[in-house]
């Protein structure tokens, strides 16, 4: 299985961004999907996840309220909207895929992406 993130760059504090995250696997549909990010110094954390169904979703306390996560099965895709971008938010970002539990832990994860840049400037 492979993942290709996309659609970093750079934006000013309040704007916004959408990642993508394209799977190659045609089983996409039975994969939980997550997002995660790491900033300069710091270690990978949790950011987003949701269920290979789509009805559950799951957020980070920091980014609720502003990010949303979505999936396109069709299209083997999975999406991060981010809205109202703080200069904090800036990290790389990554998708992961995991054919296990529904999780916020990085190690539940099997496959993942190799990361995109986000960068908010003040």
């Known amino acids: 299985v492979q993942l290709q993130a996309s659609g970093g760059g750079l934006v000013q504090a309040g704007g916004s961004l959408r990642l993508s995250c394209a799977v190659s696997d045609r089983t996409f549909g039975n994969y939980n999907m997550g997002w995660f990010r790491q900033a300069p110094g710091k270690k990978r954390e949790f950011v987003a996840r949701?269920?290979?169904?789509?009805?559950?979703?799951d957020y980070a306390d920091s980014v609720k309220g502003r990010f949303t996560i979505s999936r396109d099965n069709a299209k083997n895709t999975v999406y991060l909207q981010m809205n109202s971008l703080k200069p904090e938010d800036t990290a790389v970002y990554y998708c992961?895929?995991?054919?296990?539990?529904?999780?916020?832990?990085?190690?539940?994860?099997?496959?993942w992406g190799q990361g995109t840049q986000v960068t908010v400037s003040s």
């Open positions: 949701f269920t290979w169904s789509g009805t559950m979703t």
């Open positions: 992961a895929a995991s054919s296990g539990p529904w999780s916020r832990w990085e190690s539940d994860y099997d496959y």
